[in-house]
């Protein structure tokens, strides 16, 4: 309704869309950019009975820089049959958007069960594929992305020694910079290893995720029979 405020346009974008979706009205964006976002109904063309309904949010500086809904103009008059294949607001945003609550809660959420969610709530069928698409994009938003991740290791690993000061890495890149290797042991676990067992136990476990390696691990076993971590890397295939 009119009056209502969001941080960010995405929030903003979200409850149109949700809304939408739930009163089975659908809508097409005229304008779309830093400052304002308007959206017609998408019956709005209809030579016959056309629907007028519009919205127009923007940016109040008045109010610190949030979207706020200035504008929204007529009730739906659009009959639309109830859909049950598809709806031009349910797309592989607002779906990730939606499971953000539940990827939080376990990442290796299926793409089946993100359908299964979507037509509990909302009687809407999605494609795998766009389930698929929608997890990828609330993975990204929870844990950033796998290349930013890749990116940005040094200042990650860094910021653990800065912590932990005896903490010790080491990255191995290419020539052109792409990451190839990556060796660390926490402080602590150092500290703590002469009061191990002199055991060492060397296993692997291969990754998973986009780009694919393995992860190497030192294991010893402290006085009370429990696996102690020493060091870790991440090496290829
Ligand atoms: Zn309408």
Not at 90 to 97: A, D, E, L, R
Not at 114 to 123: D, R
Not at 208 to 229: E, I, Q, S
Request: charged content about 20%.
């Amino acid at each position: 309704m009119e009056g209502m405020c969001f941080t960010k346009k995405e929030d903003l974008q979200f409850a149109l869309q949700g809304w939408s979706i739930i009163n089975n009205v659908e809508y097409v964006i005229v304008a779309s950019n830093r400052q304002k976002f308007t959206v017609v109904c998408a019956q709005s063309g209809r030579s016959d009975r056309p629907c007028i309904w519009r919205l127009h949010a923007g940016v109040s500086k008045r109010l610190g820089g949030i979207w706020k809904i200035s504008s929204m103009k007529n009730q739906h008059t659009c009959a639309t049959p109830i859909l049950t294949t598809g709806h031009r607001q349910c797309n592989s945003q607002f779906i990730s958007y939606f499971i953000l609550p539940s990827i939080r809660r376990h990442m290796d959420l299926k793409p089946r069960e993100i359908i299964g969610q979507i037509e509990a709530k909302f009687n809407i069928k999605v494609s795998y594929m766009k389930a698929w698409d929608a997890r990828r994009k609330a993975v990204k938003i929870v844990f950033g992305s796998w290349e930013e991740s890749y990116r940005t290791i040094n200042l990650f690993m860094d910021a653990i020694v800065f912590s932990m000061p005896e903490t010790v890495y080491k990255i191995q890149t290419s020539e052109n910079h792409r990451f190839e290797r990556l060796f660390f042991s926490f402080g602590p676990s150092i500290k703590g290893w002469s009061y191990c067992r002199p055991v060492l136990c060397l296993d692997c476990t291969f990754l998973l995720g986009k780009y694919r390696g393995t992860l190497l691990t030192a294991v010893g076993f402290d006085a009370n029979n429990g696996l102690y971590p020493l060091a870790l890397a991440i090496v290829e295939s």
